[in-house]
Nanobody, 125 residues
């Protein structure tokens, strides 16, 4: 079983930066893609970014492209989400999730097998 723990959330002013971390235990991330999703009050869970097991391929939703960067350090079993130029609309609970690499539709949360507990990101205007 893979257990995921997010950290790094908090309160930041618009234009600021945060770095989220997703640490895995129980098993390594070997052969797993990792994604970040977010959910704001009253809204559906939304895909944010994902990274392949090798780290060689990344995906981003259009609203964060150019501002957010996903990366991973497999030796540390950790995935990061660097968030720059934050906007109030980025406010949400952010979740990391893992799925078997190679499965279809990297953006579909239904295909992810393991989820963290979430970390709150609040961006003030």
């Amino acid at each position: 079983q893979v257990q995921l723990v997010e950290s790094g959330g908090g309160l930041v002013q618009a234009g600021g930066s945060l770095r989220l971390s997703c640490a895995a235990s129980g098993r390594t991330f070997r052969n797993y893609a990792v994604g970040w999703f977010r959910q704001a009050p009253g809204k559906e869970r939304e895909f944010v970014a994902a990274i392949s097991w090798s780290g060689g391929t990344t995906w981003y939703t259009d609203s964060v492209k150019g501002r957010f960067t996903i990366s991973r350090d497999n030796a540390k079993n950790t995935v990061y989400l660097q968030m720059n130029s934050l906007k109030p609309e980025d406010t949400a609970v952010y979740y990391c999730a893992a799925k078997s690499d190679g499965t279809l539709d990297i953006r579909d949360p239904r295909l992810y097998n393991y989820w963290g507990q979430g970390t709150q990101v609040t961006v003030s205007s």
